[in-house]
């Protein structure tokens, strides 16, 4: 199996906490892979710095062979990884259809031209509100959205810079059961057209339902890796849930 995403003895701490110790992970290309430890665990600290938003103290990270520890997340970004956030970033004060459109930079040196550019761009935007389901929302500002739409939302803008690899950090969270089933669904939908997942999330439900490969952290560094099925009875697994 070709892996993705990988790092090699990743460390990271803040001041006397050690977010990271001596993580080493391979994530699977072309697979839906997730990412779950107990709280304070260490994930989003790895998403943070295998995309480049912090630096990690030691360690390498390498994207398809490619070492890219320690830079610009615009560079990251543009090797093909794109990522959501737990908080979930929109622009309040812009609609739906600007905030998925500012995802993307317009360029091009003529005017004529840039028009071109700008309504295949905007047919795209439109294109992917749809496929999340929230065309109907496109002139509505992001501040009016629900916390679930503003997560499909923010998903949207990350499709648009049509990434090879996408990692979710926490997709489930505080999203209710019906829009839950349709992330499900599109994630599987998405990998299907090719899409390679890496998911942290703490609803198990959805980790179990739509994961073909799982990693556990557990106090910076994997404890356990492997299918769903092999992961749900792992005794480390179980131990490092339930703090024993
Ligand atoms: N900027 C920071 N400054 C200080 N400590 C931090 C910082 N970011 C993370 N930590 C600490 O590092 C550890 C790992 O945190 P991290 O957020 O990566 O874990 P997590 O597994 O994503 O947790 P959760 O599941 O609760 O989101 C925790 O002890 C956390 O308090």
Known sequence: MTSTLATTDLRKAFGGVTALDGATVEFQHGKVNALIGPNGSGKTTFFNCVTGMIKPDSGTVTYDGRDITGKAPHTIARHGMGRTFQLCRTFPRMTALENVLAAVPVGGLLAG???????????????????????????????????????????????????????????????????LDRIGLLVRELNAEGRTFVIVEHNMDLVMSISDHIVVFDRGRPIASGPPSVIRTDEKVLGAYLGV
């Open 113 to 179: 031209l840039r028009g071109a550019k700008r309504r295949s761009e905007i047919d795209r935007a439109i294109s992917w509100l749809t496929r999340l389901g929230i065309e109907h929302l496109a002139g509505s500002e992001a501040r009016d959205m629900s916390w679930g739409q503003q997560k499909l939302l923010e998903l949207a803008g990350v499709l648009m810079s049509e990434p090879e690899t996408v990692l979710l950090d926490e997709p489930a969270g505080g999203v209710n059961p019906a829009l």
